[in-house]
C-alpha cells in the first residue's frame, strides 16, 4: 500500500487526523509510531484512542513511566462479548526483551485488540497481526511530518 503523506500545524490538526485513522482500524492490528521526541506520538494516540470511543481525550496521557496504559470502549450492547480493548504503549524505556516481555503485550495479542506502540522502531515485533506505521517528523515550529503506511485514508 502506498504511503499517505500530512502536515499539520498544530496539536489539534495531529488529534483530527488521529481520530481519521480511528475511523479505519479495526481489531486486531498494531499501530506502530516512530520518530523524535515531542513529535507528536501521543498527541496522535489521543485522537486515536478517542476517536475509537474508548477513553476522552485529558484521560489519555503518556504512558512513559507506566509503559502501558489500557482502555476498554464500552459496549454499545449489553450482550456484546468481546468489548474492545484498546493498549497504549511507550517502549521509550524498555531497554531489553526482559523488559518488553514483563508488559504482557502477549495478552494484548492474544485479544484482538487494538495496540498502539510509542518508539515501535526500539523492537522487533513478531506478530502476524495486520500493521499499521506512522513516522512523525519535526518540520520546524509547530509544523508536524506525518507519514501512514498500511491504512487507506
Ligand atoms: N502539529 C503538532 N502535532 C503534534 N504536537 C504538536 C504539534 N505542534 C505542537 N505540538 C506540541 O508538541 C508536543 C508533542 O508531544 P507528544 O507528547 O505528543 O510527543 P511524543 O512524540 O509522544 O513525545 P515522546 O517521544 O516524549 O513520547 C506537545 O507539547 C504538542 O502540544
Ligand atoms: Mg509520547
Redesign the pocket.
Known amino acids: 500500500m502506498m504511503d499517505k503523506e500530512f502536515i499539520?500545524?498544530?496539536?489539534e490538526?495531529?488529534i483530527a487526523k488521529g481520530r481519521e485513522i480511528a475511523a479505519k482500524l479495526s481489531p486486531p492490528v498494531l499501530v506502530l509510531l516512530s520518530?523524535d521526541?515531542?513529535?507528536?506520538?501521543?498527541?496522535l494516540t489521543k485522537g486515536i484512542i478517542s476517536g475509537l470511543g474508548a477513553a476522552r481525550e485529558e484521560d489519555i496521557t503518556?504512558p512513559?513511566f507506566t509503559l502501558v496504559h489500557v482502555f476498554q470502549k464500552p459496549s454499545s450492547a449489553p450482550s456484546e462479548s468481546n468489548p474492545l480493548k484498546v493498549y497504549h504503549v511507550?517502549l521509550?524505556r524498555v531497554e531489553n526483551f526482559h523488559d518488553l516481555e514483563s508488559l504482557g503485550l502477549e495478552d494484548a495479542l492474544g485479544e484482538k485488540a487494538i495496540v498502539i506502540i510509542?518508539?515501535s522502531d526500539r523492537f522487533t515485533f513478531r506478530s502476524d497481526w495486520p500493521r499499521v506505521e506512522i513516522h512523525?517528523q519535526h518540520e520546524g515550529g509547530?509544523?508536524?511530518r506525518i507519514v501512514i503506511c498500511g491504512l487507506n485514508l
Open positions: 499539520t500545524q498544530s496539536s490538526e495531529t520518530g521526541l515531542g513529535a507528536g506520538k501521543t498527541t503518556s512513559t511507550d521509550y510509542e518508539w512523525l509547530d509544523a508536524r
